[in-house]
Structures are given as C-alpha cells and as structure tokens.
C-alpha cells in the first residue's frame, strides 16, 4: 500500500510540473526573439557603408542609448535577475553536486595545464566574467591540455578550457566570448533543465506501465531494462545555444569586452570550415556558427548594448599567456615524440614478444625488427 502511494505522489508531482512547463515555456522564448527587434537594426544598416561590411570588419553600430523592455534585456540589472527559471527538479545544491561528480569524471580523463601563470590567468579573466553575470553558483576554472578547439562549462560552475582554444583566439575579448557563452549555459542552468526533462519522462511511463497488462510486474521490467533517457549537460536545444549567445553578449559587455569579437571569432570559425570542410571545431559541431545565428547576434548587440567609448580587445598579458602556453604545448610534443623515449605500446610489445627469451642476441635495439628465430626454421 505504501508503494502504492508513493508512485501516486510521484504521478501527482509529474502533472504539477508538467503544466507549469506549459505555462513557463512561452515566457523563456519572448526575450531572446521579440518581434520590436526587427525594426531597429535595418534603420541602422541602410547607410551604404554599413551594408557593404558582410564579413562584419566593422563593428555593429549600436544606440547611445536603449530602453530595455525587461529585466532581461536590461545590462545593468544583471546580478539581479532570474534568468535560470523554469521547470528544474534539482536544486543548486543537488546541481553542484551533480557537476562535482561529471568534473571528477572529467579530470580522471584529461590532462591539465599546471603551469600558474597560464591558470592563473585564464582563471582571472573567467572569474571577472562570472562576477558580471547572473552566476548563483561559485566556478571553478581548469585548463585541459587538448588542441581541441573547445570549452565547457558542467552544471554547478565546474569550467574547462582547452589550451587549443586559447591558441586559437587571437585577442582576448574572443577568448572571453567563448568563456561568456559557457557561463551562461551554467547561469540558465540548461544541463539540470535537460536533466529534468529526461527525470519527467522516466516518471511519465510509469503510469503507463503500471496501467498495462503487466501491472507491478510491468513495473519490474521497466526497472530491469532500466528504460533511462539519455541526458546530457553539454548538448542544447536551439533555444538554449540562441539564449546562451544572447546572455554571453550581455557579459562581455557588462564586463567592459567588446561584444562584436563574439561575432568575429564566429566569422573566422566559419571562413576556416568554408576553405577547409570539415575543421569546424568540436564546440560547434552542434550548433555551428550559421549566418543566421552571427545575424541574430549582431542585431542584439545593436538593439540592447548602449554604446560606449571604449572597449577591452586585448591585453598584453594575453600575448604573453599564449606564447608561453604555445611553448609549454611545443616542449611537451618535442618530449613525447623524442628518439628512443620508452613508451607504453613498446614496453608492452616487448613483454608479450619476450617473456621468457633466453637468446642472448636478442637486445633492445633490434625490437623494431622482426626476426625468425633459428630454431623456428624447418
């Protein structure tokens, strides 16, 4: 009786959710697409110089001053806002939790950068973006050693950034951008939202199960096959990545970056898989960086950023990281792939070929060389 109504709760709790996401979901989608978003930026682009930059060289002309329709289009209400609402069953502990686990997960896997100047700095510049975010949780920056172009940001704060992605960028703000972009995903809390999705659907069969022929028994073999969704946290909806630029932009921006970098590092992106098919890298492998989604970029930076005088681009210091983290990258190659350095595919080769050789002849320099044994001859 007791299971009984437990599952009852369970199937009680599902409908609240439910039509609460139905009611929720309308809201999530208005700010990032408002239809009054359509008009401003053509007026600014009917001057012929404007029109004739498609490869944006120029930066996106914005107003000196914007009325924010809410308190999401509003920049300096960031830190104030909830942009993180909707259907989520985890809560920040639970979701800090969950991301110390994933990054466990990851390190066991990855091989950091422990080089301090390069951590230390690519450490400063996310935490100066976090602390000009709507970030409810405390982050963690890494440094994984990969030529992968990438960065990742797992729910509860827990940040990795590829070396690769540092050795790509060519200004700082770019970098910043890409780091922008994976905060936000942390501060709308997109993996947890995915994984309430996959956590609804799970509790939704089981009604259906239970109504079936099978009854309890159906229940026991949903159990045994363990019919789970698949959930990811590093893979989003349309909506999430549109979201994710939307916020990211707001963060470069409030933290003194030029946002039109954002949009330079996606056109680039974009040139390069354009001339060589199939270098896009991983981070955008998803959701690449189509026009659609540079044009929609530009038209919120021109709709809801104010203009400003000035604007961080780079830093010396970042020339400076990168070329030292280019030689650490160079020196640990050079290292690797050093003559006669033992490595484990060798060592193990030579204790399947030799295990018990008691050929006197037979020495390390001759392993690359496959020999007959005199004795194995006819």
Request: charged residues 25%; glycine residues 6%; proline residues 9%.
């Amino acid at each position: 009786m007791q299971e009984i109504l437990r599952h009852t709760l369970k199937l009680a709790l599902v409908s609240a959710l439910v039509a609460g996401s139905a009611f929720a979901a309308p809201q999530n989608q208005d700010p990032p697409a408002p239809d009054p978003a359509k008009t401003p930026p053509p007026a600014q682009q009917q001057t012929p110089p404007q029109t004739q930059q498609p490869t944006g060289s120029q930066p996106v002309p914005q107003k000196d001053t914007v009325t924010p329709k809410n308190s999401k289009e509003d920049v300096e209400a960031i830190g104030n806002r909830n942009v993180g609402k909707g259907v989520n069953l985890f809560s920040l502990e639970r979701e800090i939790a969950l991301g110390k686990q994933l990054a466990q997960e990851v390190e066991r896997s990855s091989k950091l950068i422990d080089d301090p100047v390069v951590t230390e700095y690519v450490n400063r510049v996310g935490q100066n973006l976090v602390r000009n975010s709507d970030a409810r949780v405390p982050f963690t920056i890494k440094v994984i050693d990969s030529d992968e172009v990438n960065a990742f940001a797992l729910p509860g704060g827990f940040f990795y950034v590829n070396s690769g992605l540092i050795l790509r960028a060519q200004e700082e703000s770019e970098l910043a951008g890409v780091m922008a972009h994976e905060i936000s995903h942390v501060c709308a809390r997109h993996g947890t939202k995915n994984a309430t999705k996959g956590e609804l659907m799970q509790l939704a069969t089981i009604p259906l199960i239970l109504l079936g022929p099978g009854g309890w028994a159906g229940y026991g073999l949903y159990e045994g096959l363990n019919l789970a969704i698949p959930v990811t946290y590093l893979k989003f909806s349309r909506d999430a990545e549109r979201e994710a630029d939307y916020l990211g932009i707001q963060y470069m921006y409030k933290t003194g970056y030029d946002p039109n970098s954002y949009v330079t590092f996606f056109e680039r992106i974009q040139a390069d898989e354009k001339r060589r098919p199939g270098t896009i890298p991983k981070v955008f492998s998803t959701h690449p960086p189509t026009p659609e989604r540079i044009e929609n970029t530009q038209k919120e930076i021109a709709r809801i950023l104010p203009a400003r005088q000035e604007y961080i681009v780079t830093t010396s210091e970042f020339d400076t990281v990168k070329a030292r983290l280019r030689n650490i990258m160079f020196s640990r190659k050079v290292n690797d792939n050093a003559p006669g350095k033992p490595t484990l595919r060798t060592k193990t080769e030579q204790s399947k070929k030799q295990p018990g050789s008691t050929d006197p002849n037979s020495t390390d320099d001759d392993r690359p060389t496959l020999k007959r044994r005199p004795d194995s001859q006819p």
